[in-house]
């Protein structure tokens, strides 16, 4: 039911200690011109004034009705008056300029000069980021210091930055992942700035610092990526700072884990989020290298369930190395998400 307008401005219809000669306040007077602007098509910015005067001037548009022709002209012709007295006033700094200009420019255009000027976005670019090519990301971090490569990493979703990862030169993915252990705090609006420039396509970022929990930040990007590229970069980061691989190495959940730090009984709450072809392809792919876990997890499931499984395992081709990787990978990548929403734990 519509609430009443008495009850929303309750001092509507009471009149103004403002009234000026023509019987109008300036308040009144500001609502027929956005109403007169928005009959054109036009648009305010009305979130600049004050909330107070925002309430007097839906107040008065509630309460003005309908607003004769003549009414109409002696707002105008004040609305001249003033204009001619007191002239315009333009905005005195690029970064407001921008802003006002920002419905009326293209985006691109906007986007391109607040990159020139090195001007940061209102707008949080991180989730469109996220939902970018990474082939799109890569090419633009190319020729980006490693620290502007951690800090994308650590601001992109884990599943989107391990992409990311995984398609970096192998020194460049190794340096940036060292590098989220050495980055530190640093403003919102120098992080959203690089996503800003990014997002723009364009480079010349500087070299900043994001606030982060490193190890785990480190290990839930590394979580879905192959084994071998995991252990190339943990190996690398050993080589760097040997206690922080460590930190990472034990934040890290791998398939060879399971049989270790799974309890039993979450067996089968894991199996029924995993694509049965994808439980399949990973258990053939383990069996070779790691029996005790395809036997643990083959021994806590249903005997009924075991059985089909290990029929279809018998079947099975065993699949390439990347596939089967791949594989391994969406299984771990699922049992760290519902450990996430506390469906499952794991030591």
Known sequence: ??????????????????????????????????????????????????????????????????????????????????????????????????????????????????????????????????QTAP????????????????????????DRAAELLKDLPDEAGTQATFSISQIERAPADVIRQIGTALQAGHGNTKETALDVATPELIAAILNPTGARRRDEIIAALGAQDAELAAQVRSAIFTFGDIAERLSPADIPTITRAVPEDTLVAGLVAAQASMGDVVDFVLANMSQRMASQLRDEMAEREPPSEEDGEAAMSELTNTISKLRDLGEISYS
């Open 1 to 130: 039911m519509p609430v009443p307008a008495g009850e929303v401005f309750p001092d509507a219809g009471k009149g103004s200690t403002e009234s000026e000669a023509n019987g109008l306040t300036r308040s009144q007077k500001a609502a027929i011109i956005l109403r007169m602007v928005q009959t054109d098509g036009g648009r305010l910015d009305l979130p600049a004034l004050s909330e107070r005067a925002q309430t007097r001037l839906a107040r008065d548009y509630l309460t003005l009705g309908q607003v004769e022709r003549p009414v109409l002209d002696r707002v105008l012709q004040d609305l001249e008056s003033e204009l001619a007295r007191d002239g315009l006033t333009f905005p005195d700094s690029i970064a407001d300029t921008l802003t006002a200009l920002d419905a009326q420019l293209s985006p691109d255009l906007i986007s391109r000069m607040r990159q020139r000027f090195g001007i940061s976005s209102t707008e949080n670019p991180w989730p469109v980021l996220d």
């Open 135 to 158: 082939k799109d990301l890569l090419a633009a971090l190319q020729q980006e210091h490693p620290k502007i490569t951690a800090v994308v990493l650590s601001q992109l979703a884990p």
